[in-house]
């Protein structure tokens, strides 16, 4: 079945058609919300709350642009506003970041759990602001409306938030040695 | 920044990342979905209720203030006030009881002293002034009037008639009567009976017009004489008749089906949709004591069901699978081949099943009303137990995964209970127009004509209809 027919199919309420694309991007998604999510049992809450808003609203996709990076967009601001309900208040993080040669070419040697931990590991301050900018592709502007932060802010704590990754990332390497 | 090669590494690590989530995610999801849409089904229902109950509580305010404002509002300039003693203006809170206590006899003696009874809403009036006169016609019908004697000595001559020669033609037929009176110090209240409402609102004392008390009355008019005292030239001894009313109404539903007593009960609870359901009915109701009033009638109703679920079915299997194995040759070295291999497999297959059910019952409710009225809108409160005659039913029902369509001329009973808020407008003296908002808690017997489950129903029922007042 193609995927303009499994969304048809939601959008008729077929049961069998919302499981198959349940099953096509739950993996995916839930990759998306355990960067956000505090542990697994959150990130599966962020998982079902967004299929309940993608099931519920499928018929407002009009098949312009790419279907994934839709409900992508869905699991993202699913789970900011459950950063906000749950009052997990962005705060700014003033540590100053050591300014380290980075290679590029240890990320390729590093597997994906690796650079999820690390990612997941960071300060929640530069957690959402590395993964809505670096990864999810967000604006300053946006991310700082969606975080309700300065724009400003956002780009400082982005900066420092690479930084910190890069030394994680460096440290980690020194270990593997 | 974006494009730079560290954000681009990073990306195209996770660009593919999946992490499978637990199993039976999908149901839950399903399950927490259906019990959001039950809930948000709610509000629009209770808004409604809602918007009733302001209106109710409007009436309401609008009554209590311009009870005391149609006192405030008289306003006595000094020229229009002989010099007598303050006075001080009661009034009746609750009129219709006046009409219901009327005394027999004339004789001030016999009559208890109501200033306690009626100082619910009292205003001080502190400029000296001869009479007042507060009027209120119960649907054109009464008027109290309250007055200061002239002197303490003289409240034997200045009774209800000498009142009446003078604030009234004493020489109309359609003269007011007294229903009340009472007597303290030197203030008097009578309470006149009239049955010309043009004759209540022409009323001058000195200068002053008269004003009118509005308060909530009774939902049909208090009227008729009944007999005339020529001794005093007075009508006495007036009653109320009351009347039957007739309603007439078409009734809108919008429920969702909760199934209960079944082996699937559980499974199409989750798929229960919200369906629309109609029908039609009469009810007749009569007034009992005060604004209380009994009612009993007949409605015809098509109550439907909707349920959309899948059940899944798991199946083994047995699937032949190419598998590379290697053999580790002591001259060729390792050596690759391939082999036919059986695996079990278990396969779950999900079937979409849509079931539709449609009851056609007749319902007997027996109630009890509060209806009380302002102006020309009318407020009701209706409980009632209700009777329910499955006549006819049009049932899908499951059989070994194939839907079977079934109709069914079986009759079942059951009970059911229902709270409505009724609000009226009086076209005229014999019709309104009414919308009732109610909630219905129905149970159907679905078991017993064919269907896989017994079904329960919280109806959010609208009924819009006439009522005729029948004499």
């Known amino acids: 079945m193609s995927i303009e027919d499994l969304i048809e199919g939601c959008k008729k309420e077929d049961r069998v058609c919302q499981r198959e694309l349940y099953n096509m991007f739950a993996g995916k998604m839930m990759a998306v919300c355990i960067r956000y999510a505090k542990d697994r049992m959150e990130a599966e809450d962020i998982l079902q709350d967004g299929f309940i808003k993608l099931f519920d609203n499928v018929s407002s996709f009009k098949n312009e642009g790419s279907f994934e990076g839709w409900i992508k967009r869905i699991f993202v601001n699913t789970a900011l506003n459950k950063i906000r309900m749950n009052k997990r208040e962005f705060r700014d993080i003033d540590d100053v970041a050591l ?23 960071m300060p929640e301050g530069y957690k959402y602001v590395f993964n809505l900018y670096a990864i999810e592709g967000f604006s300053h502007k946006e991310i700082a409306d969606s975080l309700g932060i300065e724009e400003a802010s956002s780009r400082s704590q982005y900066s420092k938030a690479k930084k910190y990754l890069q030394q994680k990332i460096i440290s980690l390497e020194k270990v593997n040695l | 920044m974006k494009n730079n090669l560290f954000e681009k590494n990073i990306q195209s690590k996770l660009e593919g990342m999946e992490i499978p989530p637990s199993d039976g995610l999908f149901e839950k999801t399903m399950r927490k979905r259906a019990l959001g849409h039950q809930k948000s089904l709610m509000p ?24 005391v404002d149609s006192i405030n509002n008289v306003e006595l300039s000094d020229n229009q006030m002989p010099a007598e003693p303050n006075v001080l203006a009661n009034q009746e809170s609750k009129n219709e009881k006046l009409v219901s206590e009327m005394p027999n006899s004339k004789s001030s003696t016999d009559l208890p002293i109501i200033k306690n009874k009626i100082s619910a809403k009292q205003t001080v009036l502190s400029k000296p002034q001869k009479d007042l006169i507060v009027s209120k016609p119960l649907n054109n019908e009464k008027v109290i009037v309250e007055k200061p004697a002239n002197n303490n000595n003289s409240n034997k001559e200045d009774n209800g008639e000498g009142i009446f020669q003078r604030y009234f033609n004493a020489a109309s037929p359609n003269k007011p009567s007294i229903l009340k009176e009472s007597h303290q110090g030197n203030s008097h209240l009578y309470v006149f009976h009239s049955i010309d409402e043009s004759m209540v609102d022409a009323v001058f004392i000195n200068n002053i017009k008269v004003s009118r008390i509005k308060k909530l ?28 009313f007739i309603d007439v109404f078409g009734i809108g539903v919008v429920s969702k089906g909760m199934p209960y007593q079944g082996d699937l009960a559980s499974i199409m609870k989750q798929g229960s949709e919200q369906t629309y359901s109609n029908g039609f009915g009469f009810r007749l109701i009569m007034p009992l004591k005060d604004r209380w009033s009994v009612f009993s009638g007949l409605n015809v109703l098509t109550q439907n069901s909707k349920y959309k679920f899948a059940i899944d079915q798991t199946t083994q299997e047995k699937e032949v699978r190419l598998v590379t194995r290697y053999i580790n040759d002591p001259i060729l070295g390792i050596v690759p081949f391939q082999a036919w291999d059986t695996v079990d497999v278990s396969k779950t297959n999900s079937q979409n099943h849509d079931l539709r059910n449609k009851y056609t019952l007749i319902q007997l409710p027996i109630g009890l009303s509060y209806q009380t009225a302002f102006k020309k809108i009318s407020l009701g409160f209706n409980l009632s137990t209700v009777l329910n005659l499955t006549s006819q039913s049009q049932i899908m029902y499951l059989d070994d995964s194939k839907v079977v369509l079934k109709n069914s001329n079986t009759k079942s009973l059951s009970m059911s209970h229902a709270f409505g808020i009724q609000l009226g407008y009086d076209l005229n003296s014999k019709w309104k127009v009414f919308a009732e908002p109610s909630l219905q808690f129905l149970t159907v017997n679905g078991k017993k004509v064919g269907g896989n489950v017994n079904e329960r129903f919280i109806n959010k029922q609208l009924s819009i209809g006439l009522r005729y007042s029948l004499f």
């Open chain 1, 99 to 121: 300014n380290l040669p980075f290679d590029d070419q240890l990320i390729e040697k590093m597997s994906e759990n690796d650079i999820l931990e690390i990612i997941r590991s």
């Open chain 2, 44 to 67: 629009f229902y209770f808004k409604s209720i809602a918007v009733v109950l302001l209106i109710g509580a409007a009436v309401f305010a609008a009554w209590y203030t311009s009870d």
């Open chain 2, 217 to 244: 009355r009774l939902d049909y008019p208090v009227s008729s004489y009944s007999q005339v005292d020529n001794n005093t030239d007075f009508v006495r001894n007036a009653k109320t008749s009351k009347p039957i």
